[in-house]
Each structure stands twice: as C-alpha cells, then as structure tokens.
C-alpha cells in the first residue's frame, strides 16, 4: 500500500510528492528533523521533540513554516491515514528552496520553508527481541561539526560510522572526542556501574536526546544514581552493564564494546528494567 506523506501543506501518495532540485536540504544539508515514535496508534513524547525542533530552528536562524503550530494534528492525521500502530513518524524542515544555489541565506519572505513529513511502520517496535539479546558497538574518532546538539540533517558520518560497525560484525559505532566518549551515532550512551549510571553532560558535543531526558528521570524516581560527565571507552568496558537511548530504540542493552563482553556479556538487570519503565509511562502520557 502507498504510503500517504505531507509536502507543504499538501497530504499525497509518496510517489506523487516532490520537492526542488534547489531546496537548500538537498544542495547545503540546511534543515533540522525529528522523529517521533509511535506506539498503539499514539505519538510518544510529541511536545518534547515539538520544543527540541522549535530550538534547532532558532540556533540556526531559520524560520517556522506555516502550519508549525499545526504540527500534532498532522502527525495525528498521517497516524490515521496509513494505519500505524507502532513506528515513527519524520518530520523535516528546510530553509526554503530559492530560485538558484547560493551560500547565502535566501529571504525568508520569498522564499518559505518546506515542511517534509512521513510514517515508517514498524510493527514490533516495542518488543524488539534485539533487546533481550543486547546490540555490540565498536568505538570511532568523531569526526562531526561542533553543533551535535542541533539536530540537523547532517548524517553522512553518522551513516559511515554505522557502515564501520556493520564492517567489523558489530550493530552501531560510539563515537569519541579527545579521548572521550561523545554519542552513538543515532543515539546516546551510557554505562552503569554498581547503582549509578553515567553518560555525557549536556553541551554543544552531544544531541540533547527526549529518550534521554525521559529515561533518567525514570533512573531518578528508581533510585539509582546519576552522573552526567565525560568517560572513556576503557571505563565503559569496565561497566557492569551499558545501554544506549533513542526514539527508535528506547533504551537498548549494549553487550560488547570493542569486542570486550561487558558485564556477563548479556543485557543487564538494570537495563532492562529502565527500558521495562520507559515503555510503561511513554505509553501512559502518550497522546
């Protein structure tokens, strides 16, 4: 069945809908995306990725399409349309497709931004068997720009990094800066050891993950230790236990890292349980 998607206003067959050979997406990657997961048929932490998309906009000066404050009942509407119980739905928005190439900023007054968005089905989503067996990551320098907290569609070294692992037999890559560990390449990381986990503070070097916010507010209210600092490969090897975030995965068990079996080499207790609790009360506030 074709898929029906939203261009600019528009609600069409996804081979019907087309966007200009100019658009500044497609000719400079200037556009921010979200992507929103969707479990019985309800959007999972909307009003998060809504502020997160709402900022990437504004720290890179482009301006709101018009039907942004119409967003929700969009993503509503293709929710109904194609029938998703679980999967995702991304959004994109672009600077504009101007009439020409240009470094320069087109005017935002003649040329407006173009709204992209989609559904992906993904029946399952939420009893991933991945998770009951944990993923492998392998570890490469971060080669990125310096604005990781804007979510930009900037993804070709995250897609290399995800070649690089899929090269060495393992599932992702985790990327490190200066020694230090910065994100996964779609998701961020974490270790835990005895009751505390540990992942990268909030700056410009990592995306500021809604899974992540959510997850250790749930690790808060479960009583577990949080702390929010720079780590190394050598000390996640050392975890009891590590897992990853995102809106795709939720929280996903991570088992190997560098071909080092972390913890008793299977997902752990702890881990599982956090992904357990994210699902419970995502699914409780969706909407």
């Known amino acids: 069945m074709t898929r029906t998607v939203y261009v600019n206003g528009e609600y069409l067959p996804e081979n019907e809908a087309k966007i200009s050979i100019f658009d500044r997406a497609f000719l400079m990657a200037d556009g921010v995306y979200e992507v929103t997961s969707v479990l019985d048929g309800k959007l999972i932490d909307f009003e998060g990725h809504r ?47 101007p009439d020409d190439r240009d470094f320069v900023f087109p005017d935002p007054e003649t040329t407006p931004a173009t709204l992209v968005l989609f559904t992906q089905n ?35 070294y995250p897609s290399m990094g995800k070649m690089m692992a899929k090269k060495a037999g393992a599932d992702d890559a985790w990327m490190v800066q200066d020694g230090f560990v910065t994100e996964g390449t779609s998701n961020n990381a974490y270790f835990i050891k005895g009751n505390t986990i540990v ?28 702390e929010e600092r720079n780590f190394t490969i050598e000390e996640a090897k050392q975890a009891d236990e590590a897992f990853i975030t995102s809106a795709s995965t939720f929280v996903m068990p991570v088992v190997d890292i560098d071909g080092t079996a972390i913890g008793t080499g299977k997902p752990g207790n702890r881990a599982l349980r956090l992904r357990e609790i994210y699902l419970e009360e995502s699914r409780k506030a969706a909407v």
Do not use: C
């Open 122 to 156: 993904k029946p399952g989503l939420a009893n991933n068997p991945t998770a009951q067996k944990g993923i492998k990551v392998i570890s490469i320098e971060d080669a990125r720009w310096g604005r990781r907290d804007i979510k930009t569609v900037q993804l070709l």
């Open 199 to 226: 992942t990268r503070a909030l700056s410009n070097d990592i995306l500021h993950g809604i899974t992540r916010a959510a997850v250790l507010r749930f690790a808060a209210e479960a009583q577990m230790q949080v």
């Open 51 to 97: 502020v997160r998309l709402e900022r990437s906009l504004r720290e890179l000066d482009m301006p709101k399409p018009e039907a942004f404050d119409d967003l929700l009942e969009i993503h509503r509407e293709l929710v109904r349309i194609n029938d998703i119980e679980e999967g995702m739905i991304y959004l994109q928005i672009t600077r504009g497709a």
